[in-house]
């Protein structure tokens, strides 16, 4: 059916209302909105109604104050004019998607559709091992992400100048300490044999007190690591109860498939967490742990066996008991000797002072000379290496994380066969029309990735104008079907943010959020594309975007509802309507009735239409309507066709000639 387009919007706008459709947004004639709300106030709309009588005889009759009901299924499909404009802007491009995948969904034979009604549930079922697998990737970069930003952190000028001045400060303390060490004091020569006896035993003594002090230090050490294996036997018991609890959460829902194919989990999977081991173990450490905290009633002599010193506590109380001793013997001794053990008890202070700043050779604490002096060498030799070991690792994850999604881009692949075979029935020389299934970006990429960057700091995403636009240039730039293409966009941004200000914590709010958000692809999501040879929709002409969003609603939309048009020949070229538009209602035709208003002959003829509806407007007789109906062969429309459509007969007559045909 094509009606004159004069008085389009009421009878397309009746339609559509009659039909609860979803566009009732474009209704403009019975429009809500406060700026263009005219026949809807009161005393206009209320008194008026329409009606449509269905093939079944069923009569739907409604006030035109009403609205559409949005409970009841779609009677008929409506496509507004300039509909198409507004369905491929960014905002709604993503609808459009959902509309592809729907409609490819409903070209799918019905045996491999899993008994599923939707293509969202469809790919929940094609696709869950894939999540799983992307899951344990993500966590893996996540932790890996934390190595990365502490090497990175090491591999600055600026932390590598921290180190050189700690070194400095360092051997500094440690030349001031040199200048300050005890100046000898020879050991008397002559002692009376009361003397020597003091001496000596000051000299046992304090070799025990030593002996009982390194036996402090070693126990310590003992018992911190038996603290730490503690907490990673806890850890690790942890880890296990909630893998267990996540194995049994899968299992759950393998259930209903487990039964359907009458298999029984027992003779496939046995699965049992037995902690008893570990919760031995644990038992076992905070034992010994107690142990080593534990103070013993020992009673404390100078002849006493250091054997029985076995805990923290009673290696504390010693020490205190052979200091107190030593400290009583050396009152007895005479000057000359008292001076000499004065000497040797500042050379061991000195001694000590002197270790706490070099700190051990072969594992140095941390912040020691050593230690300082280790972490520079690692810094010149082997950071580099460490940092591209963790970069290419970090790249193998990110491409596994890719090969992941493509499981998802494959299954879309799969099901768009099914649409195939009608895209080629309009494939012509020069038009081409195809669903690709691609990789695109999620809709709110850009906002997600701002939200990581503090932009009022120095770097290339600092002018909030300037940082879309440097955005759009990375995205439009990047193959989003190449994992290659991929990782250098990622590592170009890192690249260019490093140009203009190489402190990236700087940049960001949150380094390791940002380099988890950058290379985990949760902004990548497989995606149906319309696409008009080698162009998408954003690419396209205005006309081209008509064109080709027609085709896909008369071509493969399955649905055998009405679909009303509203000038679908805007923006389009007279050849492109004629050659496709008209040949695809013609297939439409056959399995739903098309109402479409028109201007074009090409249209109004070429597409065969059985009825045309010719409305006129009297103005000068009170705005009166007159309708006038009938098929193109009918004398009286045939006439009307021609003095409308094509300019009248003469019109008509006159561009035969000119054209020579």
Not at 620 to 640: H, Q, W
Request: aromatic content about 8%.
């Amino acid at each position: 059916m094509v009606i004159r387009a004069a008085a389009k919007a009421l009878l397309l706008i009746f339609l559509g209302l009659l039909g609860d459709s979803r566009q009732e947004d474009y209704f403009s004639f019975l429009t809500d909105n406060t700026k263009s709300k005219k026949f809807r106030q009161r005393g206009y709309a209320e008194n008026f109604t329409a009606s449509i009588t269905w093939q079944s005889d069923k009569v739907i009759e409604k006030s035109l104050n009403e609205k559409c009901d949005r409970n009841k299924p779609e009677a008929l499909e409506y496509l507004p004019q300039n509909y198409f404009e507004q369905l491929t802007n960014e905002i709604e491009i993503e609808q459009f998607r959902n509309e592809i995948e729907n409609v490819v969904f409903s070209h799918v034979d019905d045996t491999e559709k899993l008994g599923k009604s939707s293509f969202a549930e469809l790919e929940e079922e094609k696709t869950q091992q894939s999540k799983v697998e992307i899951s344990s990737l993500k966590r893996q970069l996540r932790e890996l992400n934390i190595e990365i930003v502490d090497l990175e952190r090491q591999s600055s000028q600026e932390y590598k100048t921290q180190i050189i001045a700690q070194i400095k400060a360092k051997n500094e303390e440690l030349e001031a300490l040199e200048a300050a060490k005890p100046k000898e004091i020879e050991k008397p020569n002559e002692e009376t044999g009361e003397q020597k006896k003091l001496t000596d035993k000051i000299r046992r003594l304090s070799e025990i007190h030593t002996a009982i002090s390194e036996k402090g230090k070693a126990l310590t050490a003992v018992l911190t690591n038996k603290k730490s294996k503690l907490q990673k036997a806890v850890t690790l018991k942890e880890r296990l109860i909630n893998l267990d609890a996540t194995f049994k959460n899968e299992i759950t829902q393998l259930l209903p498939s487990l039964e359907e194919l009458e298999l029984d989990l027992a003779n496939i999977v046995q699965h049992r967490l037995d902690t008893e081991a570990i919760d031995r173990k644990i038992d076992e450490i905070q034992e010994q742990i107690v142990a080593y905290e534990t103070e013993n009633t020992l009673q404390f002599s100078t002849e006493m066996n250091l054997d029985q010193l076995k805990t923290i506590p009673d290696l504390k109380n010693a020490y205190r008991f052979f200091d107190d001793e030593i400290n009583q013997l050396k009152e007895k001794l005479g000057t000359p000797q008292r001076k000499y053990q004065s000497y040797l008890d500042r050379l061991n202070t000195w001694r000590a002072m002197r270790n706490e700043i070099l700190g051990d050779d072969e594992a140095p604490s941390a912040n020691t000379l050593n230690w300082l002096r280790r972490q520079l060498k690692e810094i010149e030799e082997d950071l580099e290496g460490n940092l591209n070991r963790c970069y290419k690792k970090r790249g193998d994850i990110v491409k596994s994380i890719y090969s992941s999604k493509k499981e998802f881009l494959q299954f879309y692949q799969n099901l768009k066969s099914s649409v195939e075979g009608h895209l080629n029935a309009v494939r012509t020389g020069g038009f081409g029309i195809e669903i690709q299934a691609s990789f695109v970006l999620n809709k709110d990429f850009q906002r997600e990735f701002l939200n990581h960057i503090n932009q009022r700091k120095r770097g290339p995403f600092r002018n909030n104008s300037d940082a879309i636009s440097k955005l759009r240039t990375y995205v439009s730039d990047t193959n989003w079907n190449n994992p290659d293409a991929i990782l250098d966009f990622c590592n170009q941004i890192l690249t260019d943010m490093r140009s203009e200000n190489p402190d990236l914590s700087d940049q960001t709010y949150d380094l390791k959020g940002f380099y988890d958000f950058l290379f985990s692809f949760d902004y990548l999501s497989s995606k149906y594309e319309l696409r008009l040879g080698d162009k998408n929709l954003n690419e396209l002409s205005p006309g081209e975007k008509g064109l080709l969003l027609l085709i896909f609603y008369l071509q493969l939309d399955r649905k055998n509802t009405p679909l009303i048009i509203d000038q679908p020949e805007d923006n389009l070229d007279n050849e492109s309507i004629f050659k496709v538009l008209s040949n695809c209602i013609r297939e439409a035709k056959k399995h739903r009735q098309v109402v479409m208003v028109t201007h074009n002959p090409n249209l109004a003829v070429g597409s065969d239409a059985e009825q045309i509806i010719y409305v006129n407007l009297d103005k000068a007789n009170n705005y009166k309507f007159s309708y006038e109906t009938g098929s193109i062969e009918n004398p009286s429309i045939n006439k009307r066709i021609v003095n409308i459509l094509e300019g009248s007969q003469p019109a008509f007559i006159k561009r035969r000639l000119k054209y020579g045909i």
